[in-house]
Every structure is written in C-alpha cells, then in structure tokens.
C-alpha cells in the first residue's frame, strides 16, 4: 500500500493536537519528540483512523483485543507512519501486538511483491516462536509469508545458497542474532528490502553480549525505507543513548513508571538467612499451598538441575528449562507448562524476557537476581495483560548488599518495603557490574543427596 494519507499520521489542527495531549495525560502515555502521531483508542478506532484492511481488524477482534493496550494505542499510529520508535512499557502490556499490528499493516496484503520486509529479532529461540504465533493469529486471513528462523530453516536457508539460492519466501521473519547472522554471512539472507525491523527485548539485545550481531543486522538493513523500532520494559540510560542516537528523528515512548515492575504485581521479600534455608522456604511455600503454574529463577543451569531432583523427589509436577536441553526438549517443556500439565517449571534467565504463559499465579526468586532489569523481567512472568500476579524473592546475609535497587523498584511499583532496606548503601558500579557477569557463588542445592549420603 502506499504510505498513509499524512491526516492519518500527523495532528492538523489544534484541537486534534489538544485531544492528543489530553488522552496521554489522563493514560499517562508519554511521548518526546517532534510531531508524534496522535493515539488511537480502540481497535475500531485504529482500523478506521489508520485505514487498516478489514481483515487485519478482524483479527484483532478475535484476539479479543477489543480494547488497546496504552503502548498499543500510541506505537500502532506511529509505526505505521513509518516513524522509529523506542517504546518502554511494562512487562506483560501487550507490546508483541504493539509491533505485529503495524508490520502487518505495512506489509498489507503480500500479493505481487517479492523480498523480506520486515524482521523481527528476539533474545531467545523461545521468544521468537512466541511472537511468530502473535504475529500469525494476527495476521490470520493474509496472504503474508511469515516464517520463525528455526534451526531446520536456518539449515535449508544455508543450502540453498551453498546452491547459489537463497531464503526467498517470507514477508517477514522473526530470529534470533545469531542465526540472523550467521545466515546474513553466508549470503543467504538479504536485508535491503527490509522496510521494518524491530528489536523486542532491546536492552538485551544492545547489551555486550549481541552488540556485534545486532551491529550487523542495523547495518544489512541498509533500505532507504527502514524503519526501525525498539520495545522493552526496562532500558538503561546507555542504551537509551545509544537507541537515540542511531535512530533517526525517532519516537521516544514511556508508558507508566521507567524500569519499574508492573504494577499489578504483588511483590515480597523473604529472609532465608543462609543458602540452607532458601530450600526450606520454598518447601513452606508448597506447604501452604501454591496455585499453579508457578515459575521458579535460579542464577545457573546446574542449580536448576538441583532443584528439580529436590522438588521432583517431593512428587512435585516439575519440569526445569535451561540453555544446555536440546531444542526439542525446551520447545517441550514450554508447551507442557503452557498446557498445564507442568505445574512448577524451574527456569534460568532464558525464560525470564518476554515469555507469555497464561496466567502465571507465582514467581519464587529462588537465587536473588543479579539486576534490576532481571528482577522485574523475571517478575513480570506473572500480572500479565492487567491480572494479578505475585513474585517472591528470596535473599539471604550474602544478598543483603543487594538488597537496596531491587527495594527501591518495589517502592517504585507501590509496594511496602521496610525503611531500613532503602537507607542501604548502594553497591559500587563496579562490584554491581561484577555480579551481573557473574552471580555469587552459592552452596549447592544438595539437602536430599546429603541426607540420602548421610543415612547410607
Ligand atoms: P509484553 O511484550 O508487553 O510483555 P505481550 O505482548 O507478551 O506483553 O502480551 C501480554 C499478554 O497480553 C498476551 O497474553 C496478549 O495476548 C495479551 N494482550 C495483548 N494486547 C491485548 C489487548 N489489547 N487486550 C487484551 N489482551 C491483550
Ligand atoms: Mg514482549
């Protein structure tokens, strides 16, 4: 389709300008930069303000998204109007479909062109076949191509330009760096067509650990039509630096409170003392009883190991997630913990951005998180789509010195904290990024091969 009539992406007059400014204040949307499109408030509202093809509005519907999300209802109109856009908004807010909407309404009806057009790159394999689902009930009745760059694609792709081909098929794909990468050397991919490209869990993905990929991706995406957007609910001043400094003309937008933990979240604090009570706590947890499904962090994939023979060996309905299972067995357990037959699932930080499993009652912080933005990432599993949710963190003498951000982002989200939890001194720069590297050391999670040992 041709770009939007510019009525539909700048405010022309005055009152239309007004109105705008009035609903972001009452939704409290706020947004920096220089002609923003004005928000849309409903899904009716959307489809006939940005002329959405019916069928798009159809599927929104029936998604039962009646209603907007506020990220929604300021990042649509935006993206459409092919602005950049770096959107902050609460874990659990609705911000797949803040994306999947517009690149389905810029793609339009796929028919008659050729290329990729639009790409978008997730943290976790998990994660992108999450959003390739959205992004396909969404777009359910199009004609539009849009592929998940799994390993079996990835591979075929790879072929196929070993033969002098390519991965020519898909509108749009969603991956992962790595594999976008990889294939992008091998010349098995091009970008130049790209017309979107969102980066979902942005401050993950500018952080050191995929800079260089992501470098490369902004680079290949060298079309004169790029637009580029970020979504996440917490990024640092130096990736929002870096964000606003690469985009060009760009959208800022902050829905609610900056790094702050949503707010329907229920969050608490539990002293375990030593590392030895951590599992006596979580034990007390069961005891009085928890409501399915329950997800459980622990800093490293052999604690996840330890915990599941502990919990499994209760007779708990258990399962553990962590990067060292195969593909199949993670893909697996995700489904089994979505379909309720997993009522516990044991996760490293791989689970902790982005994964959408319905109605998560509980979230135990078994090993203290070693961020702020892993602290409510993690948390945000649960109070999701406006639900109530409730996380609780363990700590013990050794987290103490750690205590004071994750206190402040509790305060932050309108929960009670202690006073004296916020008079801590903050933890030097130094030490804070050593432990984000690198969690502390942790006696094992060892009680019942200890026992066991103990009574052979
Ligand atoms: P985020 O990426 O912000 O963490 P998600 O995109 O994963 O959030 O969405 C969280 C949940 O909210 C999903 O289950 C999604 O189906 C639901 N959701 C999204 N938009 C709406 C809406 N407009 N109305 C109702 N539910 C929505
Ligand atoms: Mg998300």
């Not at 800079?211 to 490369?216: F, N, R, V, W």
């Not at 985009?247 to 979240?265: C, D, F, Q, S, Y």
């Not at 553990?320 to 996760?347: C, M, N, S, Y």
Request: glycine share 8%.
């Amino acid at each position: 389709a041709a770009a939007p009539a510019a009525s539909s992406s700048t405010p022309t007059s005055e009152r239309e300008v007004a109105e705008a400014n009035a609903l972001r204040k009452a939704l409290r949307i706020h947004v920096y930069g220089e002609g923003v499109p004005p928000p849309v408030q409903s899904a009716e509202q959307m489809a006939a303000r940005l002329e959405l093809r019916p069928q798009l509005l159809r599927a929104v519907l029936s998604a039962g998204y009646h209603e907007l999300t506020r990220v929604q209802m300021q990042a649509v109109p935006t993206l459409v109007a092919r602005r950049e856009l770096l959107a902050i908004a609460p874990t659990g807010s609705g911000k797949t479909a803040a994306f999947a909407i517009p690149l389905l309404a810029l793609l339009g009806s796929g028919k008659g062109r050729g290329g990729l057009r639009a790409v978008v790159v997730a943290p976790t394999q998990e994660l992108a076949r999450q959003t390739h689902r959205e992004i396909l009930k969404l777009g359910a009745g199009s004609k539009l191509n849009v592929g998940v760059l799994s390993k079996k694609l990835a591979a075929a792709a790879a072929d196929a330009a070993a033969g002098g081909g390519g991965l020519k098929r898909y509108d749009a794909l969603v991956a992962t760096p790595l594999r976008l990468v990889s294939l992008l050397r091998k010349g098995a991919l091009k970008l130049g067509a790209v017309e979107l490209l969102v980066l979902d869990e942005a401050d993950r993905l500018l952080d050191g650990g995929f800079l260089p990929q992501i470098d490369e991706v902004l680079a290949a995406c060298d079309g004169e039509r790029v637009t580029r957007a970020l979504f996440s609910a917490t990024v640092p001043p130096a990736v929002e630096d870096l964000a606003t400094s690469t985009l060009r003309r760009p959208v800022r937008l902050v829905v609610g409170e900056k790094n702050a933990a949503t707010e329907t979240i229920a969050q608490k604090l539990v002293f375990c003392g030593r590392e030895d009570g951590k599992l006596l706590a979580l034990k007390e947890l069961v005891r009085v009883g928890i409501k399915p499904p329950v997800l459980i962090f622990v800093q490293s994939k052999e604690r996840a190991s330890e915990l599941y023979d502990e919990l499994a060996y209760d007779g708990l309905n258990v399962d553990v997630i962590h990067a060292e299972r195969p593909q199949a067995q993670r893909d697996a357990v995700v489904e089994q913990f979505r379909t309720g037959k997993v009522w516990v699932l044991i996760a490293t930080e791989l689970m902790a951005r982005g994964m959408d499993f319905k109605g998560v009652s509980l979230v135990v912080n078994y090993d203290f998180p070693t961020s702020v933005s892993s602290y409510v990432h993690r948390i945000g599993r649960t109070g999701r789509a406006g639900r109530a949710g409730e996380a609780v963190t363990f700590f013990t003498e050794g987290d103490v010195e750690q205590l004071r951000a994750i206190a402040n982002v509790m305060k932050a989200s309108g929960c009670e904290v202690p006073e004296w939890m916020l008079k801590l001194k903050p933890l030097k720069k130094a030490k804070r990024r050593r432990l984000e590297a690198q969690p502390r050391a942790r006696k094992a999670i060892r009680k019942r091969r200890d026992e066991l040992e103990a009574g052979a």
